[in-house]
């Protein structure tokens, strides 16, 4: 037996309030619709999907909902800032090794966006 995907699933009210910040800003695909339920990915390349189990998020933070790597933070900080999305914490280089920041999706989300350095 072999694990071929894991997907997350949110319970929101209203899927398709999702494209702006997944799609628009973070440039992942609407790989389905079927208007109740909207998956986002990408259909050229393979994700790597990791589930990470936490009592805290690093540095004192909350545990985000989902962490999301990015090749660009800066940028990604500065597109949803401008979205007007609700930056929680950062941007910062944490002792681990990452770049990353806080921010709330439309559903109110917990969301850190995270590069290697």
Known sequence: MQVKRIVANLDVPDP??????????????????????????RMAEKMTVQLSFAVQGGSGTPV???????????????????????????????????RRFYVRDPFGKLVNILAHI
């Open 16 to 41: 398709s309030l999702a494209r702006a910040f997944y799609q628009d800003i973070l440039g992942l695909e609407l790989l389905m619709d079927h208007g109740w339920l909207q998956t986002y990915g």
């Open 64 to 98: 985000p909902d989902l962490s999301i790597e990015v090749d660009d933070v800066d940028t990604t900080f500065q597109r949803m800032r401008d979205a007007g999305f609700s930056i929680e914490y950062g941007p910062v280089d944490e002792p681990w090794g990452v």
